[in-house]
């Protein structure tokens, strides 16, 4: 399973774009990258998953190099309620590889 | 949501107790996950089951075991609970189609005394 490496925390404030970067530079040819959501005493939240280029919904945007080695997780506007822990994981299902590795993920906290 | 509920939601018990947390799925899915979360380790995977009887070990295994005797329950117990096994657990399953991935439950805070 690839390992990710993303900062430990970042600050904002209130209405402002936020981006966190992830890089994976062993990810292998199938696996996808998925960003997770986690606020105190939930389970995590998915976000949004990605192959390549860029993926976008309701809530997010993901940002996917050519390459493949780093991914970016762009929250556009945050509020204080999008103050949580935002991990990102690489892996694949099939071929009985259905296994995530979580990382400590990045404490995202958003000033008023 | 993806249809799981962990039960109980908190528990306190004392050391050498033996514990069971129990997921319950609704979807149906074949692969379910039993993990830790604990302040500066993040979440770790304790076992993980891909079919009624099928487990295998997790990262972080030693003084758990699980069981799954149908497709909708996955059962985790501590045989002897230990303060170190103070810990929010969370079960997940795999969920295929557009989004491929894991989707967690609402986790079970438990205190070993």
């Known amino acids: 399973l690839a390992k990710t490496t993303q900062p430990i925390s970042m600050d904002s404030y209130e209405g402002q774009e936020v981006n966190i970067t992830c890089s994976h530079n062993?990810?292998?040819?199938?696996?996808?990258i998925t960003w997770y959501q986690q606020f105190p005493s939930q389970g995590p939240r998915f976000i949004i998953q990605g192959y390549k280029t860029k993926v976008t919904n309701e809530v997010a945007s993901l940002f996917i190099p050519a390459d493949r080695k780093s991914s970016t997780l762009s929250l556009p506007r945050v509020s204080l309620s999008d103050t949580a822990v935002y991990y990102c994981?690489?892996?694949?299902?099939?071929?009985?590889?259905?296994?995530?590795?979580f990382g400590k993920g990045t404490k995202l906290s958003v000033i008023p | 949501d993806a249809g799981i509920t962990q039960s109980p939601r908190h528990k306190v018990t004392e050391t050498g107790t033996p514990v069971t947390l129990r997921c319950h799925q609704t979807e149906n899915h074949r692969y379910m996950y039993w993990y830790r979360q604990d302040p500066g380790h993040g979440l770790r995977l304790i076992h993980y089951s891909y079919g009624v009887k099928d487990t295998d070990k997790g990262e972080v295994s030693d003084g758990y075991s699980v069981s799954r005797s149908k497709t909708e329950d996955f059962l985790l117990t501590l045989e002897s609970a230990t303060s170190s096994q103070t810990s929010v657990y969370f079960c997940?399953?795999?969920?295929?189609?557009?989004?491929?991935?894991?989707?967690f439950g609402p986790g079970t805070r438990l205190t070993v005394l």
């Open positions: 062993n990810i292998a040819t199938n696996d996808y």
């Open positions: 994981l690489v892996g694949r299902s099939g071929a009985g590889s259905y296994q995530l590795t």
């Open positions: 997940a399953i795999w969920r295929g189609g557009s989004t491929d991935t894991q989707y």
